[in-house]
């Protein structure tokens, strides 16, 4: 467990010099699918000059690479996923009888490639509207760039519903999941398209921490443990009150730098999701009490809360000094939904939010730190990095003890949660545009390249410290 321990406290700050804070290998760039950028070869997708009205039928992208609904359209519900085969590791599901909490259930199997761990899972699509609920519409595989079609909220259906005649996708991939939605393009907009937006952003449809519009957003999900229900990343709105944020007189020093707005949207967004870092450790040390851990595991993660909610003040501190009013965390309901405390989810959980999210926060932190703006900011992000690498270090001291305890579903887990890292990180965006590194937003590229180099460095060589686990990792390879 030392050992384990030791790798990920001395990699995490080898790896600033590492990667130098920089891509390790740009040419590993080169084939990685841009999410934000759909296919065009498809039957249900036509293709339209810009500043014409929106016309066609069914999904249209434009040359501009607006994607919109002319009108409603049937999408392939096939899952390509190979079925359940019965003799997996894991199963939380036999057939598609089993799959029925909505229409096109699949109990597909699933493969941690590259090392064959198997699970069965029900997974969904949607063929129409009709597969959805009333404020969703079934988006179409080929269109989103998704694996399959999927019911997206739309506060639109089709561009008949909009004044301005076009009813758009927006595809947010945030850093830690990609958020489908439908909403109405306008004049007013801050953005257009993706070339409106620089510094590696793109135009989505989001909420600047008071009402939701189209406007340039980057991956701002870098603060290490995100909250996570049904495989959503959850947050509160952000509202305003000035309870979390302490300036100390320093609150718009910023306001008059060009990108003051998309600074300040950014933080926002790292403030909220900090905050919702609490809430995933409460939830983590009751997942620990569930399953009957050991003192030491729930001091920390106590420990871990009182951090996470110091990093949310000092985000929501950070906001203000973009402009603005101060601003702080509503409500957070996600807080309290229901939890699937079995062995397997809990490791699943532990794996993707606690070793891979903890590491990347700390990683990240170290790089921001070391191009920080002022000292003080450095100061700043070289503690949440630390309080990060604490969290990450706990997350792996209880993997250990739950392969101790628990033994084949946890490293199953391990091993199932590690392959869809990998597959994330294959799908994540990228940009050569530059960004604003010396207050927070990396380049995308350099974001990734960070990701993929903490992962094949730290994260996989502090599982296989793990005696146990490293054994399960060879058999299964
Ligand atoms: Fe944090
Ligand atoms: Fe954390």
Redesign the pocket.
């Known amino acids: 467990m030392e050992r384990a321990l030791g790798i990920v406290r001395t990699s995490i700050f080898a790896a600033v010099g590492i990667v130098g804070c920089s891509a390790p290998d740009a040419g590993r760039q080169t084939s990685e699918v841009d999410i934000e950028t759909p296919p065009t070869s498809t039957a249900t997708l036509t293709t339209a000059t810009p500043r014409e009205p929106p016309k066609g039928k069914g999904w249209v992208k434009e040359a501009n690479g607006i994607i919109h609904r002319a009108s409603e359209a049937t999408c392939s519900a096939e899952i390509a996923t190979p079925a359940c085969e019965g003799n997996e590791n894991h199963m939380s599901c036999k057939s598609d009888s089993e799959c029925t909490e909505h229409p096109h259930g699949k109990c597909v199997h699933q493969t941690g490639a590259p090392m064959r761990a198997t699970y069965c899972n029900c997974d969904y699509s949607c063929a129409s509207d009709a597969d959805c609920a009333k404020d969703e519409v079934c988006v179409c595989g080929d269109t989103s760039g998704q694996k399959q079609s999927k019911c997206a909220k739309a506060a639109c259906k089709t561009d008949a519903d909009c004044p301005s005649g076009t009813c758009a996708l927006s595809a947010y991939f945030n850093g830690c999941h990609t958020a489908l939605q439908l909403a109405c393009k306008s004049d007013t907009d801050a953005c257009k398209a993706d070339a409106d937006c620089t510094g590696g952003t793109h135009c989505v449809f989001a909420s600047d921490g008071k009402t939701e519009s189209w406007q340039c957003r980057g991956m701002g999900c870098v ?3 995100p909250l996570v229900v049904d495989d959503e990343v959850q947050k509160a709105p952000n509202v305003e009150r000035s309870d979390w944020a302490a300036t100390e007189g320093l609150e718009g020093r910023y306001a008059a730098d060009p990108d003051a707005a998309d600074l300040r949207a950014h933080w926002l967004e790292i403030a909220a999701m ?1 905050h919702a ?1 609490i809430a995933s450790f409460a939830r983590f040390a009751l997942e620990l009490l569930t399953l009957g851990a050991p003192p030491g595991l729930l001091v920390k993660a106590q420990a871990a809360m009182a ?2 909610t110091r ?1 949310a003040q000092l985000a929501y501190s950070i906001a203000l000094e973009y402009g603005g009013c101060a601003l702080g965390p509503g409500k957070l309901e996600a807080a309290v939904a229901p939890m699937d405390a079995t062995v397997y989810r809990v490791a699943y959980g532990l794996v993707r939010d606690g070793c891979i999210g903890e590491t990347f ?1 700390a990683v990240e932190g170290r790089c921001l730190a070391a191009v920080a703006v002022t000292p003080e900011r450095r100061d700043v992000l070289d503690q ?1 990095a630390e ?2 690498l604490s ?1 990450a270090m706990l997350a792996f001291e209880a993997l250990r003890w739950m392969v101790a305890t628990f033994g084949d579903d946890v490293r199953a887990a391990a091993r199932d949660a590690l392959a869809q890292a990998r597959e994330d990180l294959a799908t994540m965006s990228v940009s050569s545009r530059a960004a604003r590194s010396e207050h927070g937003v990396f380049p995308a590229s350099e974001l990734k390249a960070m990701r993929l180099a903490a992962l094949e460095t730290i994260v996989e060589p502090a599982l296989s410290a793990s005696s146990s686990t490293r054994a399960s990792l060879r058999c299964a390879s």
């Open positions: 603060i290490g443990r900090e870092s951090d996470e990093h926060g949440i309080d990060e969290h």
